[in-house]
C-alpha cells in the first residue's frame, strides 16, 4: 500500500547547489539552491526567483557559477542559503569562504568548494524562476580526482532531504551504469 502526499516538490537526491555571482561593486555572493540540474547536454537549469540577490546578479553579469556543496562544509553551504546578500554583504567572509575569479565566465568560484560548473546565463524566466546557463567549463580540485577524474568519495557531495529539511551524504557506490542492467536484454 502507498501513502499519497500530494503535489509536493519532492524528489530524491536534490544535489545541494552554491551559485555564486558577482555584486554591482564586484564583491562576491552566494547562495544555497536545491531545484535544479542538467537539463540539456550543456545546459544546467534552476528554479530561483528573482528576489535574490544571486539571480538579480546572474541577469545583470549573464554568468553564475554552481558548485557543488560538500560534507566538510556543510555548514557554510547551509549559511549562504539562510543569510541574504542584501541584508548581509559580506556573508562569505562572515563563514570562511573566499572567491576567486573564473577563468571562463565573469563570476566567483569558491575556492572551498572543490568542483564547480562555470556558465553563461541563456535565459531567465520570472513567472517560472526557472534560470537556464550553458556550461562552458566544469574544473575540479586535483584533491578530489581519481586517475584524472571527479572521485565522488573524495568530493563528498552533500544532498537535500526536502521533507526533513536535513543534509545527507552521497552513499556508496552500488552498481555500474550501462551495465548491469544489461543482464536483462
Known amino acids: 500500500m502507498r501513502k499519497n502526499f500530494g ?44 528576489n535574490h540577490r544571486t539571480t538579480r546578479n ?6 553564475f557559477t554552481v558548485s557543488m556543496g560538500t560534507v566538510d562544509y556543510m555548514a557554510q553551504c547551509d549559511y549562504v542559503g539562510i543569510v541574504s546578500g542584501d ?3 559580506d556573508k562569505l567572509e562572515r563563514c570562511g569562504f573566499h572567491a576567486v575569479k573564473s577563468e571562463f565566465v565573469d563570476a566567483p568560484l569558491i575556492a572551498e568548494l572543490p568542483m ?11 513567472e ?28 563528498k557531495p552533500i544532498v537535500f532531504d526536502g521533507v526533513h529539511h536535513t543534509y545527507h551524504a552521497l552513499g556508496e557506490k552500488v552498481g555500474n551504469a550501462f551495465s548491469d542492467g544489461a543482464k536483462y536484454k
Do not use: H
Request: with cysteine; charged share 25%.
Open 87 to 89: 541584508d548581509v554583504p
Open 128 to 155: 517560472s524562476c526557472r534560470m537556464v546557463g550553458e556550461v562552458v567549463n566544469v574544473c575540479a580540485d586535483e584533491s578530489v580526482l581519481t586517475d584524472g577524474k571527479i572521485d565522488p568519495a573524495k568530493l
Open 7 to 50: 503535489a509536493k516538490p519532492i524528489l530524491y537526491p536534490q544535489p545541494v547547489f552554491i551559485i555564486a555571482t558577482y555584486n554591482d561593486d564586484g564583491t562576491a555572493d552566494a547562495m544555497n539552491a536545491a531545484w535544479g540540474g542538467i537539463s540539456e547536454v550543456s545546459e544546467i537549469s534552476m528554479c530561483l526567483s528573482e
Open 116 to 126: 564547480a560548473v562555470e556558465c553563461r546565463l541563456i535565459s531567465y524566466d520570472p
Open 58 to 63: 546572474a541577469i545583470a553579469r549573464k554568468a
